[in-house]
C-alpha cells in the first residue's frame, strides 16, 4: 500500500531560524495536502498542491511539489514560538486519504 | 473555530460500558471521516460516508460501529472497547466525497477517549 514519510521526526529550532520538512510518497499522487497540528488541537488545512513542481507561499511559508509529483516540501522561515505543532503532509491514494508520519516542530525562544 | 462540531471532547468508559461519539457539519458536505489518532502518531483513517453510505471501512474490530443517520450528523458506536483503543477520535468532513481530489478536510477538535 501507499506510504507516505516525513523527515524529520522532530526539530527543534532556535526562533527567528528556517525550518524544513520533507514528505516522500511511494507512489505518484495527484495532489498533495499539508495539515498543521498544536500541541492538544486537531490537524488544520494549510494549503493543497496539484501540479507538478508547484510553489506556493503563505506569509513565511513556502510549499513545493515535487517534479515527479511523489515528494513536497514545507519551510518556514524566520520561525516564531506560534509555528510550534507537528505538520503533516496528506495525500490520497485509491479511496484512502494517507497522512505522513509528521514532523513535531518545537520553537525555542 | 472549527465547523465541525464533536461530542463528547473526553470520555472515560469501561470495557463493558456502550457509548457514542458524535460529530455535526452545517456544511453541506457529502464526505464524513472517523480516524484514529494516538499519541506523537498521524491521523489513521478508520472510516469514510460519501453521501451517507459507507464506502471504506479500513479494517476496523466490530466493536466500533460507525452510523450516518443523515448528511449532517455522523456517529461511532463504542461497545467492548480494550485499553489500548483509547485515543484521540477524529471526526472530518469534505466537499467532495472522491478519494483522489477530496478537497480539504476540516477536522473538528476530537473526542478524548480513555478506555479502562
Known amino acids: 500500500g501507499q506510504q507516505v514519510m516525513q523527515i524529520p521526526q522532530y526539530q527543534h529550532v532556535q526562533e527567528g531560524e528556517d525550518f524544513t520538512t520533507y514528505c516522500n510518497s511511494s507512489?505518484?499522487?495527484?495532489?498533495i495536502q499539508w495539515y498543521k497540528q498544536r500541541p492538544g488541537g486537531h490537524p488544520v488545512f494549510l494549503i493543497q498542491?496539484?501540479?507538478?513542481?508547484e510553489v506556493k507561499k503563505q506569509k513565511r511559508l513556502t510549499f513545493q511539489f515535487g517534479e515527479a509529483k511523489k515528494n513536497s516540501s514545507l519551510h518556514i522561515t524566520a520561525t516564531q514560538t506560534t509555528d510550534v505543532g507537528t505538520y503533516f503532509c496528506?495525500?490520497?491514494?485509491?479511496?484512502?486519504?494517507?497522512f505522513g508520519t509528521g514532523t513535531s516542530l518545537t520553537v525555542i525562544p | 473555530d472549527t465547523e465541525v462540531t464533536q461530542t463528547p471532547k473526553h470520555l472515560v468508559m469501561g470495557m463493558t460500558n456502550k457509548k457514542s461519539l458524535k460529530c455535526e457539519q452545517h456544511?453541506?458536505?457529502?464526505?464524513m471521516y472517523w480516524y484514529k489518532q494516538k499519541a506523537k502518531k498521524p491521523p489513521e483513517l478508520m472510516f469514510v460516508?460519501?453521501?451517507?453510505?459507507?464506502?471504506i471501512n479500513e479494517s476496523v474490530p466490530s466493536r466500533f460501529s460507525p452510523e450516518c443517520p443523515n448528511s449532517s450528523l455522523l456517529n461511532l458506536h463504542l461497545h467492548a472497547l480494550q485499553p489500548e483503543d483509547s485515543a484521540l477520535y477524529l471526526c472530518?468532513?469534505?466537499?467532495?466525497?472522491?478519494?483522489?481530489?477530496?478537497?480539504?478536510?476540516?477536522f473538528g477538535e476530537g473526542s478524548r477517549l480513555t478506555v479502562l
Open positions: 472530518a468532513s469534505s466537499q467532495h466525497p472522491d478519494g483522489s481530489d477530496t478537497g480539504e478536510l476540516f
Open positions: 507512489t505518484t499522487l495527484s495532489n
Open positions: 498542491l496539484v501540479k507538478s513542481g
Open positions: 496528506a495525500g490520497p491514494g485509491g479511496n484512502q486519504f494517507y
Open positions: 456544511m453541506g458536505h457529502r464526505a
Open positions: 460516508y460519501s453521501y451517507e453510505k459507507l464506502s
